[in-house]
């Protein structure tokens, strides 16, 4: 039989972290480990972007950049990868394109090696400024698709994207299923098709939420998928990914063997689950299968928060109205999906219109941004009335948002005249002005913060 090793990247230091330890995880906790799973053979290790760069600066007093860096020192074998959010980086709305083409080159720069981008909406356009910079740069871009389940979410959607995404040269494409709904058979049917229609390799990520994930992977490898995301034992499954050693021993001596060094991985294994320990104040991991989540298809991260705010304003027990309004308000908004920052928008607006009594009663901002057209094009058809009641007469607009956002790189570093010279710390204001110069004073004066989980008991 033809051999066809299975390429893994491990989670461990950006998703996993964000999904388990609300992404508390310090670089002297990661550093010890990243030059242990550098002698493991690993196709890439995911370790910046999504909420890691706000965490840094909001909570960790840590410098994002300088994270890059001294990671690479210490792991100089394996390929680092970023998630990015297409046009809007690190953070939570568009940037103009001179900030975004800076913040790409800074980061290839500074260490990234593949850079994943996803857009929320699915709205190539959005993702063509990174995927352009990346290429020009010298670095892997991945394209991906966001998987979720609507009566617009064919296979045939994800392979037209998919195409698309191909034709900006993309190196590898990403079927990112963030909420664990991807059941294994589905997979084997959308890798089939994604295999006989893509000339590039193809990368799986998924959740265990449901606690699909590890059969999920299985039948994606026999479908032909080539690159699969897992994490560390100790770090896996529930909110978590499937993880990495049991796949590794899943697929020994047959023709997809890793190659990955089990050994190695059990006695890293080890270490990680001490440092886990010192953690335990963030830790948000419920542990187990979620099956609700197959119903309401609201990621666990989401609905911890939903809860939360729920008590706040005294409206627990709407809950399962607002649960049952959700997919009404996916349908008016066009079928977007439950990612950041849409999941945001969407349960927000749903619980306004069980809250207030009456739908729409209240439309927030960030639904009529969505409506006028401000996140990009929506995968189905929005509620025409609710978009015209929305907008007030106005018309939404067609073109890429990014097109009606001029250039601030100029702006910003004149704003930072005689705080900071780097460019790094410049993007850093650019994408979150307020908690930047915070942080730029705390380096100078370093105070440690309060968050600072070694303070903590470790228990
Ligand atoms: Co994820």
């Not at 190659?259 to 010192?278: C, F, P, T, Y």
């Not at 298809?297 to 309004?325: K, T």
Request: proline content about 5%; some cysteine.
């Amino acid at each position: 039989m033809d051999k066809k090793p299975i390429k893994i990247m491990d989670t461990i230091f950006r998703d996993a972290s964000q999904s388990k330890i609300a992404t508390r995880m310090r670089l002297e906790d990661i550093l010890p480990i990243a030059e242990k799973l550098d002698k493991v053979g690993y196709h890439s290790i995911e370790m910046w972007g999504g909420a890691t760069f706000d965490s840094c600066i909001r909570y960790l007093n840590e410098d994002p950049w300088e994270r890059i860096r001294v990671i690479k020192k210490r792991m100089p074998n394996t390929m680092m990868q970023m998630v990015i959010r297409g046009q809007s980086l690190v953070g939570y709305r568009h940037y103009p394109d001179d900030v975004v083409i800076r913040f790409v080159e800074k980061a290839a720069e500074n260490g990234i090696d593949i850079f994943r981008a996803f857009d929320a909406l699915d709205d190539v356009r959005n993702l063509k400024t990174v995927i352009e910079t990346v290429k020009k740069v010298g670095k892997t871009a991945e394209g991906t698709i966001c998987y979720t389940i609507s009566p617009v979410h064919t296979i045939d959607l994800i392979l037209d994207k998919a195409l698309q995404l191909e034709d900006l040269n993309i190196d590898t494409f990403c079927l990112k299923d963030m909420a664990g709904l991807l059941a294994p058979y589905t997979a084997f049917d959308i890798i089939r098709r994604l295999k006989e229609s893509l000339k590039i390799p193809i990368h799986l990520h998924t959740h265990d939420t449901c606690g699909m994930g590890a059969m999920t992977c299985l039948k994606a490898i026999e479908a032909g998928v080539d690159i699969i995301d897992t994490v560390l034992s100790p770090f896996s499954e529930g909110t978590g990914q499937p993880p990495t050693e049991s796949l590794v021993l899943t697929l020994k001596e047959t023709s997809f063997d890793t190659g990955l060094d089990l050994n190695l991985l059990a006695e890293v294994a080890d270490d990680v689950r001490d440092m886990r320990r010192k953690y335990k104040e963030f830790d948000t991991d419920l542990g187990g299968v979620d099956s609700k989540i197959m119903v309401t298809q609201i990621p666990g991260g989401v609905m911890s928060n939903m809860i939360a705010q729920l008590r706040q304003i005294g409206a627990v027990h709407r809950l399962n109205e607002i649960l049952e309004e959700i997919p009404r308000v996916r349908k008016d908004l066009g079928y977007i999906s439950l990612v950041t920052p849409t999941s945001q928008l969407i349960v927000v607006q749903a619980t306004l219109n069980i809250v207030t009594g009456e739908r729409y009663k209240i439309i927030t901002k960030e639904t009529q941004e969505l409506l006028r057209g401000g996140y990009g094009e929506t995968p189905g058809p929005v509620n025409r009335d609710l978009q015209k009641k929305a907008l007030k007469g106005k018309q939404p607009i067609q073109c890429r948002p990014a097109d009606l956002i001029p250039n601030q790189m100029g702006r910003f570093r004149g704003e930072l005249k005689g705080i900071t010279d780097s460019e790094e710390d410049v993007l850093t204001y650019a994408l979150f002005p307020n908690i930047a110069l915070d942080f730029f004073k705390r380096r100078r004066d370093f105070h440690p913060t309060l968050t600072n989980p070694k303070e903590l008991p470790a228990s």
